[in-house]
């Protein structure tokens, strides 16, 4: 745009300098030539060019359901499971249902029973909490119920009548996995419990979950006849539950001191999920559920060098039930590998900027990207959109967001990273706000000074040029008016000698 207006505005001043000089030239013969001039911008665009490849077919391994034999566990010599070392196939699981999903792929890695009705017990109160974030300020304060004081089970030791926040709910239900806690939440949610639960199989519904039915709140029930899921359907849950910042913090939190209430001093609370406690590398939120040492469940998201993954697990032992989770995690992080698609710092790009000392600044990757796939999958599979803001407006400084880069992996959004400011723009000069640059109204003013010099030497010469012609005509004016009379005066002297003789 910029440089359209500085060759409009030369084109201007030259035509107007031809004009002026046109007019001083009177006294020789005028004609007139037509001008004109193309003036084409070319310009590139990066673009992502996509080739037709095969996408991920979105198979996965199922073990059970697949008609393959499950991996005999192997023993030691004392007749202990061997650590998982194989991971070029699934690991055996003592849990009868589990799942791995992988947020990178939009796949699940491995399942097994993945569609097999199972009581979901504690699980259960990652919808609860979801909905009570959803749907409640975190500092509304809820009176207990008597009802929500007398639920069994493990409890946070509410009182009937006791003021307590939602914020303090959700960490007594996540990380004490307060039945009490649960109940009061699906109260404030939705005024009564028979309503609290029509939500919750109307939310899992929306979800996708076509095999789920919730009886109450807490997960406390063992008849998979009334109170159900499934792998896959929890799976479904997880995936919303976990992508919540405020349930994944609460779910993810070792210790958290709750202040006092008008019934009870400070409250301590302290997770009892083991992964979480031993600091296992990459897990940073869960929730457990138990109903007895053979009949526990497990839902835990993993994050580490970019790798999201969540693993379900149902109808294990409470102790197996880690070293089962360990090893999902071992085996899908064995069989996806990571693509670094950018480093940090890539020019993307340029971004306009109004009103800017300079028009356009390079737009670069504010962090490196690695994205996941399938080991049998093409890194073809892999595509980049660059995404620039029309409203930059001068002044910005470097490191300002200017625009987004979005990675697609079989053309599903996977990833998505800041394109920032290479460096800072200073506010420009008024040329500024029709897009022309400090650089370019520097150069445009330079050649219309000399453009003007060039005006005023060429008139100059022109005037000198016609007042020498005019005084050399003047000369031979007068030279001819002298011949003129000198020729006269000898013809006159000659008839005046004639008259005298």
Same mark, same amino acid.
């Given at each position: 745009m910029y440089r359209m207006s500085v060759l409009w505005l030369l084109l201007c001043v030259f035509v107007f300098a031809n004009g002026v000089y046109v007019l001083a030239e009177d006294e020789e013969e005028q004609g007139e030539e037509e001008y004109s001039e193309e003036i084409t911008e070319e310009y590139t665009e990066e673009t992502w060019e996509t080739e037709e490849t095969d996408e991920y077919s979105g198979e996965y391994y199922e073990g059970d359901e697949s008609g393959e034999e499950e991996p005999e566990e192997e023993l030691d010599e004392e007749g202990n499971p061997k650590p998982y070392t194989d991971t070029s196939k699934p690991p055996s699981l003592n849990a009868k249902s589990a799942a791995i999903y992988c947020r990178n792929t939009g796949e699940i890695i491995y399942a097994r029973n993945s569609d097999k009705r199972v009581c979901p017990y504690s699980v259960t109160k990652l919808l609860t909490a979801l909905i009570a974030v959803q749907r409640l300020p975190l500092n509304q304060k809820v009176v207990i119920s008597q009802e929500a004081a007398l639920q069994e089970g493990s409890t946070m030791e509410l009182y009937e009548g006791e003021e307590v926040t939602v914020e303090d709910l959700l960490y007594g239900t996540l990380i004490l996995s307060g039945n009490d806690a649960a109940y009061a939440l699906g109260e404030a949610v939705s005024g009564d419990m028979d309503s609290f639960i029509n939500l919750m199989n109307d939310t899992?519904?929306?979800?996708?979950?076509?095999?789920?039915?919730?009886?109450?709140? *807490?997960?406390?029930?063992?008849?998979?006849?009334?109170?159900?899921?499934?792998?896959?359907? !929890?799976? =479904?849950?997880?995936?919303?539950?976990?992508?919540?910042?405020?349930?994944?913090?609460?779910?993810?939190?070792?210790?958290?001191?709750?202040? #006092?209430?008008?019934?009870?001093?400070?409250?301590? !609370?302290?997770?009892?999920?083991?992964?979480?406690?031993?600091?296992?590398?990459?897990?940073? =939120?869960?929730?457990?559920?138990?109903?007895?040492?053979?009949?526990?469940?497990?839902?835990?998201?993993?994050?580490?060098?970019?790798?999201?993954?969540?693993?379900?697990?149902?109808?294990?032992?409470?102790?197996?039930?880690?070293?089962?989770?360990?090893?999902?995690?071992?085996?899908?992080?064995?069989?996806? #590998?990571?693509?670094?698609?950018?480093?940090?710092?890539?020019? &993307?790009?340029?971004?306009?900027?109004?009103?800017?000392?300079?028009?356009?600044?390079?737009?670069?990757?504010?962090?490196?990207?690695?994205?996941?796939?399938?080991?049998?999958?093409?890194?073809?599979?892999?595509?980049?959109?660059?995404? !620039?803001?029309?409203?930059?407006?001068?002044?910005?400084?470097?490191?300002?967001?200017?625009?987004?880069?979005?990675?697609?992996?079989?053309?599903?959004?996977?990833?998505?990273?800041?394109?920032?400011?290479?460096?800072?723009?200073?506010?420009?000069?008024?040329?500024?706000?029709?897009?022309?640059?400090?650089?370019?109204?520097?150069?445009?003013?330079?050649?219309?000074?000399?453009?003007?010099?060039?005006? &005023? *030497?060429?008139?100059?010469?022109?005037?000198?040029?016609?007042?020498?012609?005019?005084?050399?005509?003047?000369?031979?004016?007068?030279?001819?008016?002298?011949?003129? !009379?000198?020729?006269?005066?000898?013809?006159?002297?000659?008839?005046?000698?004639?008259?005298?003789?």
């Open positions: 899992a519904s929306n979800m996708g979950c076509k095999n789920t039915h919730f009886s109450n709140c *807490t997960g406390l029930s063992g008849d998979v006849d009334e109170h159900y899921t499934t792998a896959k359907d !929890m799976m =479904s849950i997880c995936k919303v539950a976990f992508a919540n910042e405020t349930v994944s913090k609460i779910a993810g939190t070792l210790k958290y001191e709750m202040p #006092q209430t008008n019934f009870t001093d400070t409250r301590v !609370m302290e997770s009892h999920n083991k992964l979480l406690v031993d600091k296992v590398d990459g897990f940073v =939120s869960g929730k457990t559920g138990w109903y007895g040492e053979n009949y526990a469940s497990l839902a835990m998201s993993y994050k580490k060098d970019g790798l999201d993954l969540i693993v379900v697990l149902f109808d294990a032992n409470e102790d197996a039930r880690w070293t089962d989770c360990e090893n999902l995690v071992k085996y899908a992080t064995a069989n996806i #590998q990571g693509v670094t698609v950018f480093p940090k710092g890539e020019i &993307i790009g340029k971004v306009r900027v109004r009103h800017g000392a300079e028009t356009r600044v390079d737009a670069v990757t504010e962090t490196e990207c690695v994205t996941y796939i399938p080991k049998s999958a093409s890194e073809q599979l892999i595509k980049c959109d660059a995404i !620039m803001f029309d409203d930059v407006t001068a002044p910005i400084r470097e490191g300002d967001v200017v625009g987004r880069y979005q990675v697609y992996v079989a053309n599903e959004l996977v990833d998505e990273v800041n394109l920032v400011a290479i460096k800072g723009i200073k506010e420009g000069w008024f040329p500024s706000y029709v897009g022309i640059s400090n650089q370019a109204s520097l150069i445009g003013g330079g050649v219309l000074l000399l453009l003007v010099i060039a005006l &005023i *030497t060429r008139i100059a010469v022109g005037v000198r040029n016609r007042r020498i012609r005019r005084q050399a005509h003047r000369a031979r004016v007068r030279e001819l008016a002298r011949k003129q !009379m000198e020729s006269e005066k000898e013809e006159f002297d000659s008839h005046r000698g004639k008259f005298y003789r």
